[in-house]
């Protein structure tokens, strides 16, 4: 009978310590020079100076933080959009490696452009320049 209350107690304590922990797949925001990662949901959308993109699959760096995602890539262009103008969007490969708080990242995209490498710190606000 006494040890309902400490067996109630270890299991209270032992979920508090749980709720601390990090997610293994990539979270936030990353930026660096020419590009901005916003990871919600463990899914990406990202910033180029004149594209975007989306990773379409969670971002789980492995044990030596290497990892591979696939998602999306569409070119922009400089001066406004025009309603209804489409822009060619093709498939993608992002590849990296994460250390403490710093990403490498390249872009393979399915037509043999590889786009990289960039540098991107988590928290770090992404330092576009717009096309023109």
């Known amino acids: 009978m006494r040890r309902w209350p400490v067996l109630c107690a270890v299991l209270l304590v032992s979920a508090c310590a749980t709720l601390d922990d990090k997610p293994d797949y990539l979270v936030g925001t990353w930026g660096g020079a ?4 916003t990871f919600e949901g ?9 594209a975007s993109g989306t990773i379409d699959s969670i971002v789980l760096p492995a044990r030596d933080g290497k990892f591979t995602a696939k998602g999306q890539h569409r070119e922009g262009q400089g001066g406004p959009v025009r309603v209804g103008q489409i822009f060619r969007t093709q498939r993608a490969t992002y590849s990296g490696e994460v250390r403490d708080q710093v990403m490498t990242l390249n872009v393979a ?15 770090a606000p992404p330092q576009i320049t717009r096309c023109l």
Do not use: K, N, R
């Open 34 to 37: 020419h590009i901005g990662i």
């Open 42 to 50: 463990a899914l990406g959308s990202i910033e180029y100076d004149c």
């Open 109 to 123: 995209l399915e037509d043999g452009t590889s786009l990289g490498p960039f540098t991107l710190t988590q928290g």
